[in-house]
């Protein structure tokens, strides 16, 4: 079963006058587009390619002349109409990197949407929260998103699905001029399905983990360098200091509890100024850690309940990717004898291509549920996101209450435990030594006061090395998971390496003997950082036209190894513009023309596509049911009342 797949259904172009300038349905399999020189076929093919997400604004003053392009695609069976519309900026330059809008459905039925349907609209660019239309694209074609360095977007993945005219025979992918060799290897590891999501994450985790055992460190150490004493960043040591200074003011009130019941003057009487003040300030103390405790407490039931939601759109997620890999299979299940007379059913020619009931013999839509499937998709992913980010951002703010809250009830515990002794505490000024033991006390308090303040430094010390000490288990975790994915990932790779070759020499050994290399080849390779693709040697030479056909070679080599691998995310859809470029000779192009599509009878037609241009199709070729719309000619272009 191919689970990557992506076909274009029909093609739309609008003039800027609103009249259509091309319309075009495509079937899946070989797809022909055929004409004389400078008839607009490559405008067409330059069209499929901006419309997929393709980053093209080089537009000839023909197709400058339209306003939109729309194609109603099937990715991975749901049917997903697109549009993108040629914009201009004030220079009369066609703006790169517009927008795309998506319709779930078809192309009619989004030109007039019914009223529970409309278009949504996403960006070149994506952000933390917010998708971009290559997000889009991938999601719905099982494809994953690389962040970081290498941010992969549906632009890079067409170069190496379109082949056009314009790019150098040397570069195998489609040309730009700010390539980097990393993007190729990433882009190339995405489509082959070499890429793997959990091990690039692990990888790149590994690197942030790195970074925080550096920033742990240099934070421990900064944080100790304050610090003479080892003993004052060790909480329970801070902990026994600040029981041993209360259990001294305890003697310390003993004794003068004991020496002020002594005295039997009647003059003395409570300090009603202090007490007031004791009572005032564990009011406030009391005020502020109830505003604390109830923020600890928000922030920790958010947490809860953002876990339980999380958790819960996961569930929902997992569940409607499990329907659609469910109803995707059920579409293939096939009845063969009628459940009433047990007769065997006979299969119905539906000359429109469309699905068909073996019983009943209506129309079946097998997309409408997959499409819906997916726009469901689509909206969950945007809320397990967003609800992570916040997620993440509670945490951190649940981290620095928590020592917070901790110092400022022992502040609570200290006031609390002075009013209790004030309210037993009869004081009388005129004895000195009920006063030195007051001092005394004083400074006791003021020492616990000092010892609280030492004592969140230590708890935020000992939740510092906690942190690294997690994080080095972690390291660990993630080394050995890296070593041991990178082993499966290899044997995949070679097996992949392999059918590209054995594919790129059926195509080579069965060119017209215009080349002896190529006739006699016997190795092949594709080196995707260094954009080319050679037999033996990285430095040998050919002529252009040779050149020409060794990089559709390997283009065609890995479309076809694609399917006869279902684990490569190619998505079995390639196109290529003008078969005969860089002066090829005629009856070369139309040989290879001629071996492509006898190796492509060894699959099923419903399971890829290919659309390409060519002038020098066979006469076999033209009256075939592989061509599509008119033979175009320079009397009669493919763009019409532009």
Aim: glycine share 4%.
């Amino acid at each position: 079963m191919m689970y990557n797949t992506l076909f274009i259904n029909r093609l739309a172009v609008l003039a800027k006058s609103g009249e259509i300038a091309y319309d075009q349905e495509f079937h899946h399999g070989v797809n022909i587009i055929r004409g004389d020189n400078s008839s607009g076929k490559s405008t067409i093919t330059n069209f499929i390619f901006y419309i997929l997400g393709g980053d093209f604004t080089d537009f000839v003053p023909e197709a400058r002349r339209c306003s939109e392009v729309y194609a109603e695609t099937q990715m991975n069976g749901a049917t997903i109409t697109l549009k993108r519309e040629i914009i201009f900026d004030d220079s009369n330059r066609v703006k790169s990197r517009t927008p795309m809008y998506f319709y779930w459905g078809e192309y009619e039925e989004s030109r007039n949407p019914p009223p529970d349907k409309q278009w949504q609209k996403f960006g070149y660019n994506s952000y933390p929260e917010v998708k971009s239309f290559s997000n889009v694209i991938f999601d719905n074609l099982n494809i994953p998103t690389v962040r970081g360095e290498s941010n992969i977007t549906i632009n890079q993945l067409l170069r190496l699905m379109y082949i056009d005219q314009e790019s150098p025979t040397s570069s195998l992918f489609l040309y730009e001029q700010f390539d980097s060799q990393i993007t190729r290897e990433t882009t190339a590891e995405l489509l082959l399905g070499i890429y793997n999501d959990e091990l690039y994450q692990n990888r790149r985790r590994l690197i942030e983990v790195n970074k925080e055992i550096d920033e742990s460190k240099s934070e421990i150490k900064a944080t100790k360098g304050f610090f003479s004493d080892p003993l004052l960043l060790n909480p329970a040591n801070i902990e026994a200091k600040i029981d041993n200074a209360q259990s001294e003011i305890s003697q310390i009130e003993d004794k003068i509890i004991s020496l002020k019941s002594a005295v039997k003057n009647k003059g003395i009487k409570v300090s009603k100024f202090r007490f007031q003040q004791l009572i005032n300030e564990i009011a406030e103390q009391r005020k502020n850690i109830n505003k604390l405790q109830d923020q600890y407490n928000r922030i920790n039931h958010e947490i809860t309940d953002n876990d339980f939601f999380i958790a819960t759109l996961e569930e929902k997620l997992k569940a409607l990717k499990n329907s659609l890999v469910t109803r995707e299979f059920l579409n293939n299940f096939t009845i063969n004898y009628c459940p009433e007379c047990l007769t065997e059913i006979k299969i119905a020619h539906n000359h429109d291509e469309k699905a068909q009931c073996k019983l009943c013999k209506e129309t079946i839509d097998s997309s409408y549920g997959i499409t819906q499937g997916r726009r469901m998709e689509q909206e969950i992913s945007f809320q397990i996101t967003e609800s992570g980010s916040i997620q993440k951002a509670l945490k951190k703010d649940l981290e620095i209450l928590g020592p917070k809250l901790k110092k400022e009830i022992g502040k609570l515990q200290g006031l609390q435990k002075m009013y209790d002794e004030e309210v037993n505490d009869v004081k009388s000024s005129r004895q000195e030594e009920i006063e030195n033991l007051a001092v005394e006390k004083g400074f006791l308090e003021g020492e616990i006061l000092q010892y609280r303040t030492l004592l969140e430094n230590a708890l935020y010390y000992a939740g510092l090395l906690e942190k690294r000490d997690k994080l080095l288990r972690e390291k660990d975790l993630i080394e050995a998971y890296i070593k041991h994915t990178e082993q499966q990932q290899n044997l995949l790779k070679n097996k992949i390496e392999l059918k590209i070759k054995q594919e790129a020499l059926y195509l080579l050994n069965n060119d017209l003997h215009r080349q002896d290399e190529f006739k006699n080849a016997n190795d092949f390779h594709v080196d995707f950082s260094n954009n080319i693709a050679f037999l033996s040697s990285k430095y040998g030479k050919y002529s252009a036209s040779s050149n020409f056909y060794l990089k559709i070679t390997a283009r065609f080599a890995i479309f076809l190894a694609s399917l006869s691998i279902p684990q490569m995310r190619y998505p079995r859809f390639i196109v290529a513009d003008n078969m005969e470029d860089k002066g090829i000779e005629e009856k070369r192009a139309q040989n290879f023309q001629k071996i492509l599509i006898e190796r492509l009878m060894n699959f099923d037609p419903k399971s890829y596509q290919v659309i390409y241009t060519t002038s020098y199709i066979t006469e076999e070729l033209n009256n075939s049911n592989l061509v599509v719309g008119e033979y175009y000619t320079t009397n009669n272009r493919t763009l019409k009342n532009i």
